[in-house]
Every structure is written in structure tokens, then in C-alpha cells.
């Protein structure tokens, strides 16, 4: 599947109908939101797709433990890293768009807040990874942490927001994207278009840098890179 | 000098309570002797040693939040009009940031590091563990009761169940080497 050509050029359509229906099509008029409302169809969904890679690299931590396969710490780390860069554009935009309605680019909102401790949490995950040398054991223990931290994560941005006074959407308990935030004509752009579009291009990005971890894997095992071999000379 | 305000006090004692706890749990895991551990892996099994680690740190998270509230009425004044109920919101805040420094000081241990590592793990993921726990200390600090705070006790206790499921079901593969 992920070898085959059409899912990327489904990607490459839907991330064009967005960029084309968000900036030209209609919105609804909001005072304070004015034409910003188009920042849904990044900033939300960047957060999806950071979501979505940070799920699926659970998953493959889950399969290494369960089967200890190399492969899948490989592509347990890649789309860790696919998610941190959405992570950090989804955080972007985000400020961009709080400097245009809510006065300043950071205001210790809890979503805020809940977004850079998501990314630290994720940053401290590749930091453990590289403080340790032997693979296995790199694998193993990161593994359990990615498992571990993405427990933590899930209330740290869905559950505890929502219980604070907060300026972001979605707040108190009321769920954002409902009907008098977003009007039809938005829909057909974000859900169709927007969200798979971004998630699609996170998988692609990340299937890249997968074989390409593959392919200087394969290599350095025939060839030692050469640090590593004056490492072992040293050592 | 005088007392501190009510909102400096309760920031003071939650973070106190945070930096003691790194320094009492990381303890637990990385200052076991490499024989000691072994000496454990022959009369238990991953599970139990985890669990008896949970329950030891817990417990002693829980009286080191209790001396600290003693010594933080004694030396800093009492400005709480509910006392009583901040004793409960200690013990739960206690118990809830050992067991998350628990695990995080077992991984930090097999890491072969030392308690840097565990700072960079810890501090992102207790921050929000550190943020309802301050809005919880609102039961105690204000005579009127917002709405949603039981919510967040819930919440907090879900999270604490959670942490240690998850410590019995990740443990033992970091138990083998």
C-alpha cells in the first residue's frame, strides 16, 4: 500500500481543493474572527494529522513490543518525528491566529499550554531514545515511554483544557466545530478536504524518511559510517 | 517579612511538593546497586516489584506532603478557611505525582542515567498534574465552591488509576535486560 501512487495524488488534489475553496470560497462573517475563520482548514487540521501520527506510532511501539521486530521501532520513531512537525505548525498557526483575535501571540491559555507540553513530551521522547546506545535497549525502552507518554498526552489535551476557563473554542465542556462556529460551505472544505488532506501528506513524508531510515540502516551495516568506525577503534 | 497571599502559598507548596518528589522517588529506582536488583529479580516477579515500589513511594509521598503542610502552616500562617480538606488534596496530590515519578524514575534507572534525564522526562508530563492539582486546591483556599472541581478530583484519581495499570503492563519489559 504504501509503495502504490494514488493515495499521494489524492493528497496532492485534496491539499489543492483546500488551498483554493479556503482562500476563495465563502465563510461565514463573525465579528473578531473575520476572514481568520479560513485558518481553520490548517491550524485545525494540522492538529489532526498530529494526532493521527502520533496514534499511529503508538501502534507500532505497541507491535515492537509485542513482536520485536526492528522495522517497527523505525517506523515507531519516524512518525513520532512527522507528528512533532505538525505539532509544531499546528502551534504555529495556532499563534498566528491568537495574534489576530485574541490580542497576543501567547496568553497562557490551558490549549496553549497543553500544546507545548504535548511537544515536550514528545521531545523528551527523543532525547531518551539518543541518551542510550544499544539498540534493543533503545528500542525497547523507548517503546515503553512513547506508550506511556501518549496515555499522559490524551488527558493533557482533551480532557483538562476543557475544564478550564479558556479563550480557545471548545472550552468548558462545549466541543468546538459545532454549528454556529462553522457553516456548511466550511464543512465540504474541512472535513473532505482539509483533514485527510494534511494527515495524507504526514504519512507520505513519513514513509519517506521510513525507507530512507531503512535504506542508511542497510548501508551501515555493511559499511560502518565513518565515526562509528573510529569509535570502534577507540574503544 | 509577613505571610505570604493565599495564591503564592499554594504555588509555593505544590512546587516544594514537586522537587521533593523528584529527589525522593529518583532515589528509589537509581540509587539500587546493580546486585540489589538482581538479588530482587530472584524472589520477585516484574509485577509485584513494581506494584511494591508504587505503593512504598506513595506512601511516602503522602507523609512528606503532610509534614510539608505542617511545617508550611507553622512557618508560612494558615490562610486557608477549609484546612481540613487541603490534608485530603495533599494526600491525593502527593500519591499522584509519586506514581508518575515512579515509572518515569523505572525507565530513567534502565537508561543507566542519571536524575537529568528523569527531570526532562518528568516535568512535561506532571505539569498537568501540577495544573488541575492547584485548581483542586480552590476547595480549600475559598469559602465559595466553584463548579467543576469534584469533576477535576475525578479526573485526577482517573489519571492516578491509569498510571498504575499502565506501570503493571509496561514494567516487565523494562524488568528483563
Known amino acids: ?235 | 517579612m509577613g505571610e505570604p497571599e493565599s495564591t503564592v502559598w499554594k504555588g509555593l507548596f505544590w512546587m516544594m511538593q514537586l522537587f521533593i518528589c523528584v529527589n525522593a522517588v529518583a532515589k528509589s529506582f537509581l540509587q539500587e546497586g546493580k546486585g540489589r536488583l538482581l538479588y530482587f529479580y530472584t524472589i520477585a516477579g516484574p509485577k509485584d516489584f513494581i506494584l511494591s515500589k508504587l505503593l512504598f513511594n506513595a506512601l511516602l509521598m503522602i507523609v512528606m506532603a503532610l509534614v510539608s503542610l505542617g511545617l508550611f502552616v507553622l512557618m508560612l500562617g494558615n490562610p486557608m478557611p477549609n484546612p481540613l480538606s487541603f490534608v485530603a488534596i495533599s494526600c491525593l496530590g502527593g500519591m499522584s505525582l509519586s506514581l508518575v515519578f515512579t515509572f518515569l524514575a523505572a525507565i530513567a534507572a534502565r537508561a543507566q542515567q542519571n536524575a537529568a534525564l528523569m527531570a526532562i522526562l518528568g516535568f512535561p508530563l506532571i505539569i498537568p498534574q501540577l495544573l488541575l492539582l492547584s485548581k483542586i486546591s480552590n476547595i480549600a483556599f475559598e469559602d465559595v465552591l466553584q463548579g467543576g472541581l469534584a469533576t477535576m478530583s475525578a479526573v485526577l484519581a482517573g489519571l492516578d488509576v491509569m498510571i498504575v495499570a499502565l506501570s503493571l503492563i509496561l514494567f516487565p519489559f523494562l524488568w528483563k535486560d
Open chain 1, 1 to 235: 500500500m504504501i509503495r502504490q501512487k494514488w493515495w499521494k495524488i489524492l493528497c496532492g488534489i485534496l491539499l489543492i481543493y483546500t488551498f483554493i475553496a479556503g482562500f476563495l470560497g465563502g465563510v461565514p462573517a463573525k465579528p473578531i474572527l473575520n476572514e481568520t475563520i479560513r485558518n481553520l482548514y490548517f491550524h485545525v487540521a494540522m492538529w489532526f494529522a498530529m494526532m493521527v501520527l502520533f496514534t499511529i506510532s503508538v501502534i507500532y511501539s505497541v507491535r515492537y513490543l509485542r513482536t520485536n521486530n526492528h522495522k517497527y521501532d523505525i517506523y515507531a520513531l519516524e512518525y513520532t518525528k512527522g507528528g512533532l512537525v505538525f505539532g509544531v505548525l499546528g502551534f504555529t498557526t495556532g499563534s498566528i491566529w491568537a495574534r489576530w483575535t485574541w490580542g497576543a501571540f501567547w496568553s497562557s491559555d490551558p490549549k496553549q499550554l497543553g500544546a507545548v507540553i504535548a511537544l515536550l513530551i514528545y521531545l523528551a521522547y527523543l532525547v531518551l531514545r539518543n541518551s542510550m546506545t544499544d539498540m534493543d535497549k533503545r528500542a525497547r525502552i523507548g517503546a515503553v515511554y512513547n506508550i506511556f507518554a501518549f496515555a499522559m498526552l490524551l488527558p493533557t489535551i482533551w480532557i483538562i483544557p476543557r475544564l478550564m476557563e479558556s479563550l480557545h473554542p471548545g472550552g468548558m465542556g462545549n466541543p468546538a466545530l459545532d454549528t454556529h462556529d462553522i457553516d456548511s460551505r466550511m464543512r465540504v472544505v474541512f472535513w473532505p478536504g482539509a483533514v485527510p488532506g494534511w494527515t495524507l501528506l504526514g504519512v507520505w513524508i513519513t514513509t519517506l524518511r521510513i525507507r530512507l531510515a531503512i535504506l542508511t540502516e542497510q548501508k551501515e551495516g555493511l559499511h560502518p559510517a565513518p565515526n562509528q568506525a573510529r569509535k570502534l577503534r577507540n574503544a
